[in-house]
């Protein structure tokens, strides 16, 4: 999988002022609206980029074999903490919403992840076997550090999710896409397997692998969109 964790981190706060709504004009409260996405925009950027190198240590001193599980680990985690913390999701922590379960719709969104998995892994064969240069983690040190990243990410969609407040749903995804291009990013420039994406694969530009991986999140979105009644 993509070779893909200072445990001092503190995630930075967001200060943001509310005021009365019929004190301001229309233009005004839109301007503030404005602002606050901005600053949620680089608090993202900046906790993403955290989360990547912690995921990144981890994978570096993950045995070969143990790199999907401990990739499928990481998703989850993100999974359980949007259930947990975003508000499209508690309806369906009670019951079935339009005739899907939360494990439903778990194990769907896991499907989308095997496949993506699946097809950078053939790609550029990302898990082939490389020397190490220290001693991979044992199955009980990696229970330990995924455990750790999990609570990490647990907590920042948690903040996320609280600053992100009743945005619209497009304000969502665009948030969500900023977070994949953030990622992407970060595994071109860090990520050897992936250097040679800057210049494309076979017939796959940079920008059309891009293109590929928006399209793809934003029918996923829209399809969770759909099962929850978000939409």
């Known amino acids: 999988m993509y070779i893909a964790k200072n445990d001092n981190y503190i995630v930075p706060t967001i200060q943001i002022?509310?005021?009365?709504?019929?004190?301001f004009d229309k233009s005004l409260r839109e301007e503030i609206n404005n602002e606050k996405?901005?600053?949620l925009r680089e608090n993202i950027?900046?906790?993403m980029q955290y989360l990547f190198l912690k995921i990144k240590d981890l994978m570096e001193f993950t045995e070969v074999n143990e790199r999907y599980y401990a990739a499928e680990s990481i998703f989850k985690a993100v999974?359980?903490?949007?259930v947990n913390n975003g508000e499209w999701f508690q309806n369906i922590k009670k019951a079935p919403v339009n005739g899907v379960t939360k494990e439903e719709l778990m194990k769907e969104n896991l499907s989308e992840f095997n496949k993506l998995y699946d097809?950078?892994?053939n790609l550029s064969n990302c898990n082939r076997e490389v020397e190490s240069k220290q001693k991979c983690f044992s199955k009980g040190e990696l229970e330990v550090k995924i455990m750790g990243l999990s609570t990490n990410i647990d907590l920042i969609i948690n903040q996320m999710s609280k600053r992100a407040g009743n945005l619209p749903s497009g304000e969502i995804l665009k948030l969500h896409l900023l977070i994949m291009e953030t990622f992407i990013n970060l595994l071109m420039a860090t990520i050897p397997y992936f250097e040679q994406a800057k210049n494309g694969y076979d017939a796959i530009s940079l920008e059309k692998l891009k293109?590929?991986?928006k399209q793809r999140f934003t029918n996923i979105f829209n399809?969770?969109?759909?099962?929850l009644g978000c939409e």
Do not use: E, P, T, Y
């Not at 002022?17 to 004190?23: H, L």
């Not at 399809?223 to 099962?227: E, G, K, S, T």
């Open 17 to 23: 002022n509310f005021f009365d709504n019929n004190f």
């Open 37 to 39: 996405v901005s600053k």
């Open 45 to 47: 950027k900046h906790n």
């Open 79 to 82: 999974m359980i903490a949007h």
């Open 119 to 121: 097809f950078h892994n």
């Open 211 to 213: 293109g590929m991986h």
């Open 223 to 227: 399809r969770n969109l759909q099962v």
